[in-house]
């Protein structure tokens, strides 16, 4: 069961211009959503997270926002920067265990 | 800054062995979790521990799979007659507390890539 999807495998985007990533979910008890960052060889690293109650928080370059009526939350990335370049992973929880996606791998192009 | 330590980095065995997979979590860290990718695929939860206990489980973790915490720093993921399908990266990963946890995620350690042959 995909609980969790991120349907764009892949993303490019030029150094300077914004990325979105975006993330679908299924069951509505998820109240917490976190974006994660995995370099290859390394595991997932936090970036930026939000809670159900609201439906915006930035943090320098990176936004994350939630539509919980259409169940979709996505991330910008402005401006774009070549280092940002990894994949990207949504992840999702109800209590404690957080339910990720398939993730998106981000190019940034110099 | 505190990491989550996992040994070792690669792990080759022949099918049908056993392999314990070990991590360090960040030491005041109370949650325990293993999960896993599949090359190519999502990162799948496998279990949760808290006080010395699986709190959670998925369907994958089945009678072939345990952890343990033997000495109060180590959390061990164990995987008895391994199959083909066993062949993963297995990330350990911890958190303080279940609140911080929801806000800040867990932290992940490194992973540990299991090849099965």
């Known amino acids: 069961d995909q609980q969790v999807k991120q349907n764009s495998p892949s993303l490019s985007v030029q150094e300077g211009r914004i990325s979105i990533l975006n993330c679908d979910y299924t069951n509505s008890m998820f109240d917490y959503f976190l974006w994660y960052k995995k370099y290859p060889a390394e595991g997932p690293t936090f970036l930026i997270s939000?809670?159900?109650?609201?439906d915006k928080n930035e943090d320098g370059r990176f936004t994350v926002f939630l539509n919980k009526s259409a169940k979709h939350l996505s991330l910008h990335i402005v401006p774009s920067q070549p280092g940002d370049s990894a994949v990207y992973f949504c992840a999702a929880s109800a209590l404690l265990v957080f339910y990720f996606g398939t993730g998106t791998s981000l190019t940034v192009i110099p | 800054e505190p990491e989550v330590t996992q040994t070792p980095s690669h792990q080759v065995t022949q099918m049908g062995q056993e392999v314990i997979l070990r991590c360090v979590p960040i030491?005041?860290?109370?949650?325990f979790y293993w999960y896993r990718q599949i090359l190519g695929q999502k990162v799948e939860f496998l279990v949760s521990?808290?006080?010395?206990?699986?709190?959670?489980k998925s369907e994958i973790f089945d009678d072939q799979f345990s952890v343990e915490r033997p000495d109060g720093s180590n959390f061990t993921l164990k995987i008895r007659s391994t199959k083909l399908e066993d062949s993963a990266m297995y990330f350990c990963?911890?958190?303080?507390?279940?609140?911080?946890?929801?806000?800040?995620?867990?932290?992940f350690g490194s992973g540990t890539r299991l090849t099965v042959v």
């Open positions: 939000i809670s159900s109650i609201k």
């Open positions: 030491s005041n860290h109370l949650y």
């Open positions: 521990f808290y006080n010395n206990e699986i709190s959670e």
């Open positions: 990963a911890s958190s303080e507390d279940s609140g911080g946890q929801r806000r800040a995620g867990y932290t």
